[in-house]
């Protein structure tokens, strides 16, 4: 485990502010990570408040159980956030949450320990799994994959313009040679487009790209939203921190129209109850401030968006 490695939760005190916490009440963190956000909500809990914990990364979950052997107030799930209404239901509080927080991001911790395969600045095994008990890894991904389906992941995830280059590479590379190593993969793709944009390591799209397929991201987080909306109380609240306008887009267009009224066919004689929308956006999305922003770089592409179940 690599607990020597420090991870700085993103906009905590604005999405402890967000969820508006009652201290006897129940809230999920769906992405415990290293517990930061975590550890703000017990803080504001009282002796009668409960916090469920979810993480698909076993090494979150064995940090945090070990982190919190003795709290009784929190327990910890090892789950992909698509399942928090299952976890919720097995416990008998459908609509009974106070809130859930979603942190998007990936962490420092994995993001930093070659060994997970999300570094293209570190040489390590090229894994990218979220849960490294399951699935396949971004190495047997690629030893397979057509041109034309990596081509459409990096062109998709990554919002790669020169997505054909880079698949052409890969697939040329690995006729001759096993691709194996994450400092490998980033050369080729270094090669393959020379001249890239300035202040951004020419392999960063890609990445963000396969692991996104591998860990079928975006897939989740739809699922995940929908799942926990249905699990809140009246009052409970949902709030999402996003890092790429991929994820943002989502949560964006989801809460948008969970707020908004049905739409009805043209003509029909509509009724005050049809305008009534169990939802409200709260607020305008939130940004992290310049300081926050200058202790910790990582920040600076998050954005907090906040849903209310008001019926």
């Excluded at 956030?81 to 609509?95: D, I, N, P, S, T």
């Excluded at 609240?237 to 949560?251: G, P």
């Excluded at 009224?261 to 009724?271: E, K, M, S, W, Y």
């Amino acid at each position: 485990m690599e607990s020597g490695l420090e991870h700085q939760p993103v906009l905590i005190e604005e999405a402890i502010n967000a969820l508006n916490i009652k201290a006897d009440g129940f809230y999920v963190d769906a992405t415990f990570g290293r517990g930061g956000h975590s550890r703000s909500i017990l803080d504001c809990l009282n002796e009668n408040g409960r916090l469920l914990a979810l993480d698909q990364d076993p090494q979150a979950v064995s940090y945090g159980r070990q982190q919190y052997n003795n709290e009784k107030r929190i327990e910890i799930i090892h789950c992909n956030f698509r399942k928090v209404a299952q976890m919720v239901a097995e416990r008998g509080l459908v609509e009974k949450v106070d809130g859930v927080l979603m942190d998007l991001g990936v962490s420092s911790p994995q993001l930093d320990d070659a060994d997970r395969g999300f570094s293209f600045t570190r040489s390590g095994p090229l894994d990218m799994r979220m849960n490294t008990e399951e699935g396949e890894n971004a190495m047997q991904w690629l030893a397979g994959v057509s041109l034309d389906e990596l081509t459409s992941v990096l062109r998709k995830y990554g919002e790669e313009k020169s997505a054909r280059r880079i698949a052409s590479a890969i697939i040329d590379y690995r006729a001759d040679t096993e691709i194996s190593d994450t400092r490998q993969l980033a050369e080729i793709i270094v090669n393959a487009v020379p001249g890239y944009e300035r202040h951004k390591h020419p392999a960063t799209r890609s990445f963000q790209a396969i692991r996104i397929h591998i860990n079928e991201e975006l897939q989740a987080l739809e699922q995940g939203l929908q799942a926990a909306v249905s699990v809140l109380a009246v009052a409970g609240r949902l709030a999402v921190i996003s890092f790429h306008s991929l994820e943002d887009r989502i949560v964006k267009r989801f809460m948008r129209k969970m707020a908004s009224p049905p739409a009805l066919p043209a003509g029909l004689p509509v009724i005050s109850a049809a305008n009534d929308v169990p939802y409200r956006l709260v607020g305008k999305p939130i940004v992290p401030k310049e300081e926050e922003i200058k202790r910790n770089p990582r920040a600076r592409s998050a954005r907090l968006r906040i849903l209310e179940r008001v019926l």
